[in-house]
């Protein structure tokens, strides 16, 4: 005898206790309009083999890397859009410009994306914003410094 499945639970009726929950979708830059809400979800960056310590004078081709930013998931609201970039405002009242070939966006849905634009603190984005500017500085001090090095074995 064949088997089946049981059914599939019932989803329980949409109400206040129990509302519909919009999942954030990938958005095209065409799509944007001012007064949108977007996140980051994943941005890409290019590293030649100098960089990643190949030891090669000149680069020979950049490695696209994806990586996924501190500020991932902050909710941005769009100011302007003009492909390939988008004009953005964060709950900080800072603006910035994302790039959109090397940027991932995801559309939020309007009601969380409101109450979460209004309820970030700008004190913890400003903190977090001086944390990767600290981390920034480490790794481009380090980067010098391995240059500088390997500059010298080279001098001998």
């Not at 001012?34 to 490695?63: F, K, S």
């Not at 944390?131 to 001998?156: F, V």
């Amino acid at each position: 005898m064949p088997q089946t499945n049981p059914p599939a639970p019932e989803r329980p009726p949409e109400s206040e206790n129990f509302p519909r929950v919009r999942a954030a979708r990938t958005v095209a830059v065409e799509d944007l309009r001012p007064g949108d809400y977007v996140a980051v979800a994943q941005a890409d960056t290019q590293l030649y083999p100098y960089e990643i310590g190949c030891g090669l004078e000149r680069p020979r081709h950049a490695e696209l890397l994806a990586y996924i930013p501190e500020e991932a998931g902050l909710p941005r609201e769009v100011v302007q859009v003009g492909p390939p970039f988008v004009l953005v405002k964060k709950p900080s009242g800072h603006h910035d410009t994302i790039d959109v070939r090397l940027t991932r966006l995801f559309r939020l849905n309007e009601e969380y994306a409101k109450e979460a634009f209004n309820k970030l603190d700008p004190q913890y984005v400003a903190r977090r914003r001086a944390e990767e500017a600290k981390r920034k500085a480490k790794a481009k001090k380090k980067a010098k410094a391995k240059k500088k090095a390997d500059k010298k074995k080279r001098n001998r």
